[in-house]
């Protein structure tokens, strides 16, 4: 069976400070992956996606990157954070045959 | 371009009363429909789906929702909550022929009291 998984769950950063957050699948090959932000009371805001190695699209402006140098390993990175990146970070993947996403325990980023 | 809205940002309820949560999406174009269910300080987790065929469509803990293509909606239901379904709930639609990237709604949280 598959299973997603992301580290670490959470993290404190101050603000400047570099960042970055992996999810790793198991189970399948060639996902789709998927970089969602999720704010205190908000929905999810989709960062990056991915449709294979080194394939990234951005679909909002940050000063937040996204990597994919295997095919199933997911890397978010910051080199400067700001307070507004706080927020629980959520990896997600979808097989090439499904329309539903799965997606990963979380990661709880505070910029302090 | 499609959107999604969940009327209710947040339904209290007591438990083993029924319950209804509301989604309404707008598409040009056919959509498949999706349910999410979030507990607290986890991951989203698929609750159900509509794809085709059959306008309602049941998950294994009791909820159902029902695509109502007319209304442009995708309610789910529950007839008797358990203070274990406390949790956020999103809607999502993709529409079909795209990049099958869902859009999501903004959550509805349903808090079951005992």
């Known amino acids: 069976s598959q299973t997603i998984h992301q580290w670490p769950a959470t993290l404190v950063q101050p603000v400047g400070s570099p960042l970055s957050l992996e999810c790793t699948v198991e189970g399948t090959s060639n996902p789709n992956l998927y970089w969602y932000r999720q704010a205190a009371g908000r929905g999810l805001q989709l960062l990056f996606y991915s449709v294979g190695i080194g394939q990234i699209s951005s679909e909002v402006p940050q000063n937040l990157s996204a990597s994919r140098p295997q095919d199933r390993q997911f890397i978010l990175s910051s080199k400067k954070l700001l307070l507004s990146d706080s927020g629980f970070y959520l990896c997600a993947w979808r097989g090439n045959r499904g329309y539903e996403q799965y997606f990963g325990p979380g990661t709880r980023l505070t910029v302090t | 371009a499609q959107s999604v809205t969940q009327l209710d940002s947040q339904v209290p309820v007591f438990e083993e009363a029924p319950v209804e949560l509301r989604c309404n999406y707008s598409?040009?174009?056919?959509?498949?429909l999706f349910w999410y269910v979030q507990y607290p300080n986890q991951g989203l987790q698929l609750l159900l789906k509509y794809l085709s065929g059959s306008t309602l469509v049941e998950s294994i803990n009791g909820f159902e929702a029902e695509f109502n293509k007319s209304q442009t909606s995708f309610h789910l239901r529950k007839p008797s909550v358990h203070i274990s379904d406390t949790a956020e709930y999103f809607c999502?639609?993709?529409?079909?022929?795209?990049?099958?990237?869902?859009?999501f709604g903004r959550g509805t949280s349903l808090i079951v009291h005992p």
């Open positions: 598409s040009s174009v056919s959509v498949y």
């Open positions: 999502a639609v993709i529409r079909s022929g795209g990049s099958y990237i869902p859009t």
